[in-house]
C-alpha cells in the first residue's frame, strides 16, 4: 500500500470512529490531543535544556558525573524528562482509544518516577524523617502497583488469548 493511500484509509478511519463519538468523548479527544501538543513542547524544551546544561558542562570541563551537585543537576534534569514523557505516552492512549481515561497504575508510575526523581535530587544533608517518608511513600506506592498488576495481569492475558483466537478465526 502506497503512503497516500495509507494516510487516506487511516484518516477515513478517523472520520468513522468520529462519527460514532458521543459529545464528551469528543471534548475528551480534543482536551487529550491540545494535552499532547502542550506536554510535546514541553518535553522538546526540556530536552533543549538538558542538552545545552550539558554541553556547557562539557566545555567548561566540569562534567564530573561523580561531584554530587552536578549529578543531581543533570539526572534530576533527565528524571523530569522521564516523567514527561509517562505523561504523554499516558494521553496518547487515550487519544488512541486504547483506553477511555487515564489509568490508576499510569498515574501511580508516574507518581514512583517523581518520588526517585525527588531521592536524586534530595541534598545529602536532608533529615532523615523526610527520607524515611519519601520511602514509605515509594513503598506504599510500589505495594499498590504491585497489587493492580496482579489483578490485571489474567485479564490482559485472557484479552490477548481472545484476540489471537480472533485473528485465527479471521484468517
Do not use: C
Not at 468523548?25 to 482536551?31: G, M, P, T, V, Y
Not at 490531543?33 to 562539557?58: E, G
Not at 492512549?93 to 531521592?119: N, S
Amino acid at each position: 500500500m502506497s503512503k497516500p493511500t495509507q494516510i487516506r484509509a487511516k484518516l477515513d478511519e478517523f472520520r468513522l470512529q468520529w462519527r460514532v463519538l458521543t459529545f464528551y468523548e469528543r471534548f475528551e479527544q480534543i482536551i487529550a490531543h491540545i494535552l499532547s501538543v502542550v506536554i510535546s513542547v514541553i518535553i522538546v524544551v526540556s530536552l533543549w535544556q538538558l542538552i545545552r546544561a550539558v554541553v556547557a558542562l562539557l566545555l567548561s570541563g566540569s562534567l564530573n558525573p561523580l561531584d554530587h551537585a552536578i549529578f543531581q543537576a543533570v539526572f534530576g534534569m533527565v528524571m523530569t524528562l522521564l516523567i514527561a514523557m509517562e505523561f504523554k505516552h499516558s494521553i496518547t492512549r487515550v487519544m488512541l482509544r486504547r483506553d477511555h481515561i487515564v489509568q490508576v497504575k499510569t498515574v501511580i508510575l508516574i507518581a514512583m518516577l517523581a518520588i526517585a526523581r525527588k531521592f536524586i535530587i534530595l541534598d545529602p544533608t536532608t533529615d532523615p524523617g523526610r527520607i524515611a517518608a519519601l520511602a514509605a511513600a515509594l513503598l506504599a506506592l510500589g505495594s499498590v502497583y504491585w497489587l493492580m498488576r496482579q489483578r490485571d495481569d489474567p485479564v490482559d492475558a485472557a484479552i490477548e488469548e481472545r484476540a489471537a483466537r480472533d485473528r485465527e478465526t479471521r484468517d
